[in-house]
């Protein structure tokens, strides 16, 4: 742990460390020293009051836990660009988030854990990889944030209980006050596959307030004479869908009510 160093700027001299926790260091700006570090498996940063990047991170290629919290200004994901698998992505009131959001990890192709609250500036998703499995999506308070679309490759959400963060649920949206189009693939799953599941929804734009909302729009199978006993799984579906033999399908759209062909 570093601690309570109001004038120190950067980090020297770290050997043979893999959990680096920095805190209230209130003027520290990059990490420049950890450029000759090849892994790093949590990183912590909390109270940093300055514009901040993550310069010196170049060469690692996994992070179990990226945590950042009460911070100023994330001026670049940059240093990051290398990462190619995430844990756990955790970043709690950040005055003004990275410009680019997430398009500079451009090597991310797994993560395990979203959880963005009180991130002003952060308007979407874009640059976070498709990855089968999510553990826990939250994103709360965000005022920005108007496009999740960048998760509708997720195959599925898995709550633990035993969640590093104690979360009430394995998917939360709640008081992103933009955003109206949550009807992304892996939450229409959780919704109406798991409907006990542990779910927050509340207090976003009209089309995404409560979890009926998302449901309406999650309609991805119309059929004018469907029959009510109609085995139809899963529904909403990915890339495959069970049907009766004398289905009679006349029409499948994709979340977004576009006609898709089979």
Known sequence: NIKGNFLLTGIDRIQR???LNLTSNYVLKDLQELKTRNSLSELFLTA???DFNFSGMENIEFLD????RNGKTIVSLNGLRNIKSFGNIYFDNIKQFAPNNFEELSSITDIRVLYMQNVNGLNSLSGLPPSDTLFEIILKNNTDLTDISALHGVK????????KWKSEAG???????????CSIFPVC????SYPD?????????????????????????????QSDDQNLFPNPFHEKINLPDDSKVLDIQNIYGHGISI
């Open 189 to 192: 799953q959780m919704l109406k």
């Open 171 to 181: 998917l939360e949206i709640s008081n992103n006050p933009q955003l109206s189009a």
């Open 48 to 50: 940093v009051w300055t």
């Open 17 to 19: 460390i893999n959990k």
């Open 65 to 68: 836990l990226l945590n950042v």
């Open 197 to 225: 599941s542990l779910t927050i929804i509340k207090n976003n734009e009209v089309g995404c307030n409560n979890e009926l909302e998302i449901l309406d729009a999650c309609l991805s199978y119309t059929n004018d004479n």
């Open 156 to 163: 599925s959400i898995f709550y633990k209980k035993d969640s």
